[in-house]
Nanobody, 121 residues
Framework: VQLQASGGGLVQPGGSLRLSCVDS????????VGWFRQAPGKEREFVTS????????TYADAVKGRFTISRDNAKNTVYLQMNSLKPEDTAVYYC???????????????WGQGTLVTVSS
């Protein structure tokens, strides 16, 4: 598994962005994948996860109802659709893949590089 995240940028409050996480080795179809974020001066935090087949998704309370995770295994890609963005969503967003098919209590085994999301007017 080799992950590459993209899609970050500058957006106004209330706006939307879609992040993508691609597995360039085309092997993570059996892995749970998640998005995490790290704001300046803060620890990395969990945002959302999706099981290997998309059947189970979980979200942090702070993003429920605004963010949606999905995946297209044919394209080896996991997406994060972010709507109604707030300034407090500003962070570097990372995708990570677990070695298991479902999210567990361990940290993801594989990580992509981060992509910066800035929400500001």
């Amino acid at each position: 598994v080799q992950l590459q995240a993209s899609g970050g940028g500058l957006v106004q409050p209330g706006g939307s962005l879609r992040l993508s996480c691609v597995d360039s080795r085309r092997t993570f179809t059996n892995n749970a994948v998640g998005w995490f974020r790290q704001a300046p001066g803060k620890e990395r935090e969990f945002v959302t996860s999706i099981s290997w087949n998309g059947g189970i998704t979980t979200y942090a309370d702070a993003v429920k109802g605004r963010f949606t995770i999905s995946r297209d295994n044919a394209k080896n890609t996991v997406y994060l659709q972010m709507n109604s963005l707030k300034p407090e969503d500003t962070a570097v967003y990372y995708c990570g893949a677990w070695s298991s098919s479902y999210r567990n209590t361990n940290s993801p085994r594989y990580w992509g590089q981060g992509t910066l999301v800035t929400v500001s007017s």
